[in-house]
């Protein structure tokens, strides 16, 4: 009875899926469970925690990258980002690791209409708002890494990397163009971690 099962007519992708969720809540706090990956049994109980001892908007936690047989590839840190400079250049937050008040999303801060990167500009509207994104270095979320997802497919993430700074950010093509390239070298830096 606690559980509301909505289902989209069409494919309206992942960040308009969201923001669907997101309208029918009536909890104070939202978080995200992508379908590839796995919580800790204890995630919402000590995300909730942290958030109200220390009065926060918004936090996410270190995470475990698994295969599809659950073998740890390698571990993401949480850390804390207080601007919006301290993103831009890689996106170091895993979605399934992110818990928020629902009181900071809108219509202006909500997910984008994009194939990959949605989280992204989210992350980036809510410092846009002085809000703080804070770490818990737990790690309380295993996320599985396929190379059959949609986040592997590196022309899509190409495409959708230069709209968030050209058409999200407003950056002109050059700008945009350097922080496609930093969030490329990024990646790589991470990938071969």
Known sequence: HRI???????NVGAGESRNIGIRHSKGEYISFLDADDIWNKNKIETQIKFMKKNDLKITH????IINKEKKILG???ARNFNSVDELLKSCDIGLSTVMLKKEILSKECSFPSLKTKEDFVLWLKILQQQIKIVSIDESLVYWRRLDTSLSSSIIQKLKDAYK??????KFNVFKSSYYVLCLCFNFLKKTHR
């Open 164 to 169: 968030v700074y050209n058409h999200f950010m």
């Open 61 to 64: 936690t270190t995470y475990k």
């Open 75 to 77: 571990i993401r840190k």
């Open 4 to 10: 509301t099962y909505i289902l989209n007519p069409t």
